[in-house]
């Protein structure tokens, strides 16, 4: 019995230093995840609660970036629309917010991300890459650091024709659940394991996809603390995610399958939506604030990856942004009435009422069957608050009462915003049907002496 113990020792001590290097040959590379719910509501306005959540993210935030943890690499992947809303809201939380943010970005690898949280499957492949370039024009501006060429896929969602299209926007590798090792491909393929805060090294090790691979996890209040226990760990080495993405192998052909689509309520709320916004882009001036602020409102409403069950909250910001927008509308209005010609030559004045709190871009048109307009019948012009008067020369080609048509559309012409009838009454004398008349009458006179003389001469 002694000597069974005796060999049971022996052995386990042979063994430790194997089963401590199978343990320690778990490598994996952490990427913090950090968004919040929208930072605005429907009409642009902040929301009431941005301030206490964007502390909360700055605290979190700060936690990270302390000596304890100054040596372990990290990866970082914030929403750009978050970024987006944050850089626009003025106040001390979230210029604190962006403080942290730029302190942790400088020490850390900064993940692409879509300027929407939209799972890229959801968008048109012909579409990747200006959600791509715009998300990431917004996080070199937000982090001030230049974001890398690693793709951080909302939802990890990502198939075939969106991984195509994100390598033809220049993304060398993406982070996917559909592989279990790093796969070299266009682009590279890098596994992931997605784990909450309170996950251990040891459940990490035990639900390994393979030797390296890539955590992600969300921030909070214990994100620091979850990491530097890793970072102590005799389980796991921490790497960088570039290093992870150096392991890529060639496995043969990977096939990365599709999410199921959104429902199609959703998707035709954001066709709507798309469409409106676009109009209001077409006739408010390019620095107007809430086009900006719309512009982020709509990105929420396409962030797919924030939305669960039906996408009720989806469709609710959708419908919410073409109410405003409809209502913005409806308050460019031209004004109806009647003016008099009393010479063949006048004015034609148009009245453009802007009840919006901002100038917009218009072009107003103007048509009738009976007036022409010898200095063009369309005029493409800026209308303050609270509206402007357009002139337009036009010369009547006849008497009496004819209509004009008043059409005011969005500077392009894209877009019909308002429509009016005027009423044009010309008194003045038609010179050249007066002159026949005249002339007529003249010769009737002569005909009519002539033959009268003719008469008297008679015998």
Known sequence: MKRLA??????????APRAL????????????????????QPDGSPAPDRDRRLQALASA???????????????????????????????????????????????????????????????????VDSELRSGRTTLDRCTGTPTSAILYPPALAIDDPSA????????DAVLTTGVAVPVRNSPNLLPVLNMSPGATAATIVAKRPSRTFVITT??????????????????????????????????????LSSPAPPPVTYRRALLHADEAFARFSAFTLPDNPLAAA?????????SSADLTNDFVAGRHLANGLIVR???????ITVGAGSITFTSRRGSVPVTVNDGDPYPVRLRVDVESPKLDFPNGDSRVV???????????????????????????????????????????????????????TIGGFVLLIVFYLRRRRRKREAP
Request: with cysteine; hydrophobic share 50%; proline share 6%.
């Open 218 to 255: 969300d921030l909070g209040a214990t994100t620091a603390r979850y990491i530097g226990g890793l970072a102590t760990s005799t389980e796991v080495v921490l790497r960088t995610i570039g290093a992870i993405d150096a392991d890529s192998t060639n496995v043969g052909k990977i096939s």
């Open 325 to 331: 927008i409809d209502e913005a509308q409806r308050r």
């Open 6 to 15: 005796a060999f049971a020792l022996v052995a386990s001590i042979a063994l």
């Open 294 to 302: 719309y512009r982020d409102v709509l990105a929420r409403a396409r």
């Open 61 to 127: 935030i700060d936690a990270l970036d302390v000596p304890a943890l100054g040596a372990v690499p990290l990866a970082i992947a914030p929403s750009a629309v978050m970024c987006d809303e944050a850089m626009r809201l003025r106040g001390n939380a979230p210029k604190r917010f962006l403080r942290s943010l730029r302190r942790l970005a400088s020490r850390s690898t900064v993940l692409v991300t879509p300027f929407a949280n939209v799972r890229l499957p959801d968008v048109a492949t012909d579409a």
């Open 21 to 40: 290097a199978q343990q320690a040959s778990t490598e994996i590379a952490v990427v913090v995840r950090i968004s919040t719910p929208p930072l605005l």
């Open 164 to 171: 195509a299209a994100a390598s033809n926007a220049g993304v």
């Open 382 to 436: 800026t209308v303050d608050p609270p509206g402007n008067t357009i002139t337009f020369a036009a010369v009547a080609r006849s008497t009496g009462s004819f209509p004009v048509i008043v059409s005011v559309r969005a500077a392009d012409g894209s877009a019909l915003i308002a429509r009016t009838d005027l009423t044009v009454r010309s008194t003045a004398a038609n010179l050249p049907a007066l002159a026949v």
